[in-house]
């Protein structure tokens, strides 16, 4: 038999599906997603700052990673477990059979600074047939702490409990695991009303479909039949898109953070007025992080991301917001060729986002300018575009991300000033020539729920034609073009939540 890895986890399940009881308790799998359970819009949108490497794990022996934590404040100081590993040679993915330890740090404040610890847990074989120990949550009550995590083996998946009065010691429940199910893993414990209610990553009995379970309890102990809380489209059961659920409460709406989605630092906010049923319908932003976790310290949010290949832990502030966040795109910086032959290339600062330009002086000998302005702030990387005389057409987000603005290149190689270009939008729009040689461009309305088209009016003229909107959506991410052969254009998007892409094409050049 293979080693018990998450990947042939899932082929497990997905392979025995056929003789195990589908999930659910009141609410059941379904082929497709249900119908919104969120019926109006979110009371906030959820967005997120930039990532600071907050913690390494690492040893004098090596480098070493962390992936699916949990963070508790106890006592004035915050701690970490997490699954931890040796970092993989560049290229290549760790081995998720060798995660068979609970790292453990403290510190006063998320960013820092932290303090290393002996390994909370190691895996026991003795003990029901541990063979990994994976994503660990930890909840406070009746004046100790619970630890749940995932730990199980050849005789299947299982979610098992460990408890502390101090955070350092560790007991396993003497009954053994508290479930196991099909793929059951990242366990997640919260309050809701009176209860306790766990989420879970599984697959669903028929048809092999990722979701969200849940189970409730009393005690902390004993737990209910599973429900379903999320049911993704997917089917592909080797790559897994509701890990890591996390669900936070506010002002009367539930947020499920899961993940990976639209990569595997990725992770989206569903947000519901029901704890116990969430959609596409209530997508309420994307936090660029793999195993995103989230929690308050004092007035203040934060996220926290780790993952395989990021060594260590990452916080970065978390934004409730009352308008969609931009997307943020990770290709920064961006290039093309202006008209005299030369590479430009734009970057967004990471201090105060303003963009910077530096150009090409002499391509054989690699002389380049320095760095310059070259306006801003701006509210995400730019796209380019190029007119047929070679001069470039910048476009981005102008400063809030409210609307798109633009700056395009003089006949003499110099720039006219910034201008506004319209919006509402939410990311900076992709950019094609049709085959007249007019720019095309293409934008996401804030939160993707549609997409707009407008074109120059000319080829190279600095007028252009109204926005159409309603050219298609909603989206899950912004849209990429691409001229066919014979020079139609083809436009392709991401639906929501990552279940297909979405293509739209010109049926004849131009």
């Known amino acids: 038999m293979p080693p018990i890895s998450r990947r042939n986890l899932l082929r497990g399940a997905a392979a025995g599906a056929g003789a195990l009881p589908l999930l659910g308790t009141g609410r059941t799998a379904a082929a497709t997603p249900p119908a919104s359970g969120t019926g109006t819009a979110p009371a906030s949108w959820i967005g997120a700052g930039p990532f600071a490497h907050v913690y390494d794990p690492s040893t004098p022996a090596g480098p070493r990673y962390l992936n699916d934590h949990t963070l508790i404040k106890a006592q004035g100081r915050w701690h970490l477990f997490s699954i931890v590993g040796n970092g993989a040679p560049p290229g290549e993915a760790p081995d998720s059979t060798a995660e068979i330890s609970f790292a453990h740090a403290s510190a006063p404040t998320p960013n820092g600074p932290w303090t290393t610890h002996p390994d909370a847990l190691t895996v026991d074989p003795s003990y029901f047939g541990e063979e990994h120990l994976w994503a660990p949550h930890v909840v406070e009550a009746g004046g100790k702490y619970w630890m749940y995590y995932a730990a199980g083996g050849r005789s299947g998946a299982a979610v098992n409990l460990a408890t ?3 955070l350092f010691t560790w007991t396993r429940e003497p009954s053994g695991p508290l479930f196991r199910g099909l793929a059951a893993r990242d366990p997640m414990v919260v309050r809701v009303g009176g209860e306790w209610v766990m989420y879970y990553t599984e697959v669903s009995g028929t048809g092999g479909h990722h979701i969200v379970a849940y189970r409730r309890s009393a005690d902390l102990v004993h737990w209910s039949a599973p429900g379903v809380a ?3 489209a997917a089917t592909d059961t080797t790559v897994s898109v509701t890990e890591s659920p996390y669900v936070v409460e506010r002002d009367g709406w539930y947020y499920l953070f899961i993940g990976p989605r639209n990569g595997y630092e990725g992770t989206d906010v569903l947000a519901s007025r029901d704890p116990f049923r969430f959609d596409l319908g209530g997508y309420a932003g994307h936090v660029a992080g793999h195993a995103v976790e989230v929690f308050a310290d004092g007035d203040n949010w934060y996220a926290s991301a780790a993952g395989w290949f990021r060594q260590g832990l990452y916080v970065a502030p978390l934004d409730w917001r009352d308008t969609p966040p931009p997307w943020q795109s990770p290709d920064n910086p961006v290039a093309a060729l202006d008209a005299d032959g030369r590479l430009n290339v734009f970057a967004l600062d990471a201090g105060d986002r303003a963009m910077l330009r530096r150009v090409q002086l002499d391509p054989y000998t690699d002389t380049w300018s320095p760095w310059e302005s070259f306006g801003g702030p701006a509210g995400a990387v730019p796209t380019l575009g190029r007119n047929t005389d070679g001069r470039l057409d910048v476009f981005s987000l102008a400063p809030g991300g409210a609307n798109l603005h633009h700056r395009t290149q003089r006949p003499d190689g110099g720039w006219y000033d910034w201008e506004e270009f319209g919006g509402p939008a939410g990311a900076a729009p992709a950019v094609a020539h049709n085959t007249d040689g007019r720019l095309e461009v293409f934008a996401t309305s804030p939160g993707g729920a ?3 088209r407008r074109r120059q009016g000319s080829p190279g003229s600095l007028g ?18 691409a001229a066919n052969a014979d020079g139609r254009l083809e436009v392709f998007a991401l639906a929501p939540g990552g279940a297909a892409i979405r293509h739209c094409w010109q049926l004849s050049p131009g």
Do not use: H, K, L
């Open 464 to 481: 252009w034609d109204p926005w159409e909107a309603g050219f298609g959506g909603p989206v899950g991410a912004p849209p990429v073009v």
């Open 230 to 232: 999320f049911t993704d």
């Open 450 to 452: 549609s997409v707009a």
């Open 164 to 166: 502390s009065t101090d």
